[in-house]
């Protein structure tokens, strides 16, 4: 037996269902009987009831690619904010090898970055990498924050969302796990990005949310809707009414099961365009790092840097 649906509020202590579900995340169970253990939407997969929290802090895992800030620069590493209660550190030999260089040519306090998390000890200390293709530093953009639970909700099925922002936007984005998101283009289309991913935060529970961030993405940016998309809506919606009044009440609720579940991270690795190149998602639906010598690149901007300056002082004493 089930007391809640689909996408339903409910609370710690709050009775789910019992005998033949299982008890997912952010349940437990007593007896035979699944009970809630957080404050958050219910999310149904199979026979498996699961609650998704409303907002929760970033828990940083190897394998996770992300996105932070640098808070502090030290002798031998960067501190980077990741968005979490734990701070992330990217070691100088990730980027200079054995090399003993002025970390602060490189990057500084404030500098946004994307990296990989290389490894996170017993006691949450995290270690952070660049090792990938399009990780570094950030240029120009910039960042919305996200709770880490509306990811999967932001890229959507197979990239489709995240997709669709682009395509319509035209922003390069940049999805972190840890639930911050780098934008970049034209400004007015970069703050119309913004208010998009944030209503996708806020509305994220509530099904149909792809065609409704559809209708706005083309009311902010031509001002009108097309009259295919709405010809199209309307007969779906004609179909949609015929359609349901056919099925009992049974198959109503497993169909709405299946609908309307919240869209996961954990689908098979699919190959969708997050920047302007085709990369390879994860099996976290994000992009999946590929090797590149990142150590040859800041040398070459060292290099440049020292050329401007000889420059400098070669007209000054002219």
């Known amino acids: ?53 409303l907002k929760t802090k970033y828990i940083p895992k190897r394998g996770d690619v992300v996105i932070g800030e640098v808070t502090d620069v030290r002798f031998s590493l960067w501190e980077v904010d990741l968005n979490s209660p734990y701070s992330g550190i990217l070691p100088g030999s990730e980027v200079f090898g054995r090399e003993k260089k002025d970390l602060n040519r490189v990057f500084k306090v404030g500098d946004v970055l994307f990296a990989k998390v290389v490894d996170v000890d017993e006691v949450k200390k995290v270690k952070l990498g660049l090792k990938g293709r399009g990780m570094g530093k950030f240029r120009g953009g910039l960042l919305v924050n996200i709770s880490p639970t509306k990811v999967p909700r932001l890229i959507g099925k197979k990239g489709s969302m995240i997709n669709m922002i682009k395509d319509k936007t035209k922003c390069k984005i940049v999805v972190g796990q840890n639930g911050l998101v780098w934008v970049r283009g034209d400004k007015d289309m970069e703050i119309i990005t913004k208010n998009i991913i944030k209503l996708i935060e806020a509305e994220a529970h509530i099904s149909g ?82 090797f590149q010598n990142f150590k040859e690149e800041v040398d070459l901007e060292i290099s440049h840097e020292n050329q401007n300056i000889n420059e400098s002082n070669l007209e000054k004493e002219i």
């Open 1 to 53: 037996m089930i007391n809640v649906n689909d996408k339903d509020f409910v609370v710690p202590g709050q009775l789910l269902a019992e005998d033949e579900f299982f008890s997912g995340r952010g349940t437990y169970k007593d007896q035979k009987k699944i009970i809630s253990s957080l404050t958050g939407r219910i999310s149904i997969r199979n026979k498996r009831i699961s609650v998704v929290p």
């Open 209 to 290: 949310l792809t065609n409704r961030i559809r209708d706005q993405l083309y009311l902010l940016i031509d001002g009108e809707i097309p009259p295919e998309i709405l010809s199209e809506d309307s007969q779906f919606s004609e179909n949609h009414d015929d359609y349901h009044t056919n099925l009992s009440q049974d198959h109503i609720s497993k169909n709405r099961d299946n609908d309307n579940l919240i869209d996961s991270l954990n689908g098979n690795i699919d190959k969708i365009t997050i920047t302007e190149e085709e990369v390879i998602l994860d099996e976290n639906g994000l992009e999946k790092p590929r």
